[in-house]
């Protein structure tokens, strides 16, 4: 069985992996690139200010330059439409990953203090999910106990995993009711 440690350097191997091979643009979109947009819509999807720099490493192997000034000018407009604290709490609940591109914007310190509430409420649902799972592994090792005393080890785990259960989700109602109103 592979350690929790050992499997999160795999994932994080897997996914540098994935990442690393993957231009931000392909040459078509690099000839035909509104700059503009490109910031736009990098700014929506909360894109960090150094994705310019990828686009023109990705473009520079068909000899295309970005206009980093309109790219900086729609980049900063997409990220006002991303900063919105109702869209921090959606990303949040959906437990998507944040660059930190808000702080500086008029309603950054809101978009994190809803997203940041947002992730709790994810991060408690994932648990529970985890502990469910747990819970039907020790339920069929059960089935299969040949002894009185693995039976009671396992009954009891699954007690202790019950108990979790509801002090999860009690938590997880709790965050919900204080969470943000958008």
């Not at 035909?32 to 990705?58: N, P």
């Not at 068909?62 to 959606?90: A, F, K």
């Not at 009671?152 to 943000?180: C, F, G, N, T, Y």
Request: hydrophobic share 30%; glycine share 10%; proline share 3%.
């Amino acid at each position: 069985m592979i350690s929790k440690r050992a499997w999160g350097w795999s994932l994080a191997a897997a996914m540098a992996a994935l990442l690393g091979g993957c231009a931000s643009m392909s040459e078509s979109e690099c000839q035909r690139a509104d700059w503009y947009q490109k910031g736009v819509q990098d700014g929506r999807d909360g894109q960090a200010r150094g994705r310019v720099e990828d686009h023109a490493k990705a473009c520079a192997k068909v000899g295309i330059s970005p206009d980093e000034t309109r790219w900086q000018t729609g980049w900063t407009e997409g990220l006002r439409r991303y900063c919105r604290p109702s869209n921090g709490w959606q990303l949040g609940l959906k437990g998507e990953y944040y660059r930190g591109v808000c702080s500086d914007q008029p309603e950054g310190e809101d978009f994190e203090n809803n997203y940041q509430a947002g992730k709790r409420v994810y991060d408690i649902g994932q648990q529970l999910d985890r502990n469910y799972r747990e819970m039907q592994r020790l339920e069929r090792d059960l089935a299969d106990a040949k002894t009185d005393e693995e039976r009671k080890r396992l009954r009891s785990l699954l007690r202790e995993l019950d108990i979790e259960q509801m002090r999860l989700r009690q938590r997880q109602r709790m965050e919900m009711l204080s969470a943000p109103r958008p």
